[in-house]
């Protein structure tokens, strides 16, 4: 039974191309989160999806970042004319309908040179 | 919308000892808190979580008390271990029966057990 599968684990993007961070659930779970984690510094919430549907993305900057969770396939999170200060730990976590509990992934490491 | 403190942001203590880590939260709908540890470059594991309706849980060496009047909740950890050094970090969301929202982190605690 897999846990959340992110990919690619390390990311390296130069100032203003794209990045496209992939995240699979727990086979089963239908509630996708986002978390940005700075350089010693705890999460911060991005976005909250279900399939198809964003439910809350006010952690989300209003410019330059989306994401998606598709009927089929992986949610995405997609940063587009990166910037230094994007460089992060971008961590996703799922979880059930029916349980307040979030497993989590291993992160992708995105840095902008 | 909700904020959760922490504190201390670094603990030391010796091997043996007891570590108490502390949190407060602003948001009274909350009602899920869990605690998670996070190695150098791993992900954040849960190690113990607490619902609105229980005031105490423990697991092995590790416990949680919630206060919901006070809005406040902590971490202990007793006999500690060298393998407990790590960050730890609170965190609180609410769970309805359409699912959880998504968690709101304390900036972290980074334990250091000295041996």
Known sequence: NAGVMQNPRHLVRRRGQEARLRCSPVKGHSHVYWYRQ???????????????????????????????FPKEG???????????????AYFCASSRRDSDGYTFGSGTRLTVV | ????????????????????????????ASNYFPWYKQELGKR?????????????????????TLNKTAKHFSLHITETQPEDSAVYFCAASIFSGGGADGLTFGKGTHLIIQP
């Open chain 1, 38 to 68: 700075l350089p010693e510094e705890g999460l911060k919430f991005m976005v909250y999806l279900q399939k198809e549907n964003i439910i809350d993305e006010s952690g989300m900057p209003k410019e330059r970042f989306s994401a998606e």
């Open chain 1, 74 to 88: 992986p949610s995405i999170l997609r940063i587009q004319q990166v910037v230094r200060g994007d460089s992060a």
């Open chain 2, 1 to 28: 919308g909700e904020n959760v403190e922490q504190h201390p942001s670094t603990l030391s203590v010796q091997e043996g000892d007891s570590a108490v880590i502390k949190c407060t939260y602003s948001d009274s």
């Open chain 2, 44 to 64: 954040p594991q849960l190690i113990i979580d607490i619902r609105s309706n229980v005031g105490e849980k423990k697991d092995q060496r590790i416990a949680v």
